[in-house]
């Protein structure tokens, strides 16, 4: 099993950025895929973006050039910086790991973003 924690999130003001962290219960260097999704309120839970052992990335559209996701093996921990933040981007943040075909996410972590 792999525990996770979010970390980073709060409040600020359209255009700001934010760094959110995701700490692993475990070595993730070997989890096939660690990735960040995020669930407005009224809305479904969706993909923001994800990143695979090997280093690979993808982004939703909505993202794309604005947010980073990266993975710090040493610290069994994974990053999304989000730049230019829009208030459309206001959501709880969950991190998942993707362990050999078993799915495991974190409680969240809630993101504001002010107009």
């Known amino acids: 099993q792999v525990q996770l924690v979010e970390s980073g999130g709060g409040l600020v003001q359209a255009g700001g950025s934010l760094r959110l962290s995701c700490a692993a219960s475990?070595?993730?260097?070997?989890?096939?895929?660690m990735g960040w999704y995020r669930q407005a309120p009224g809305k479904q839970r969706e993909l923001v973006a994800v990143?695979?052992?090997?280093?690979?990335?993808n982004y939703a559209d909505s993202v794309k050039g604005r947010f980073t996701i990266s993975r710090d093996n040493a610290w069994n921990t994974v990053y999304l910086q989000m730049n230019g933040l829009k208030p459309e981007d206001t959501a709880v943040y969950y991190c998942n790991a993707d362990d050999v075909g078993l799915g495991y996410w974190g409680k969240g972590t809630l993101v504001t973003v002010s107009s």
């Open positions: 990143i695979s052992s090997g280093g690979n990335t």
């Open positions: 475990k070595s993730i260097f070997s989890i096939n895929a």
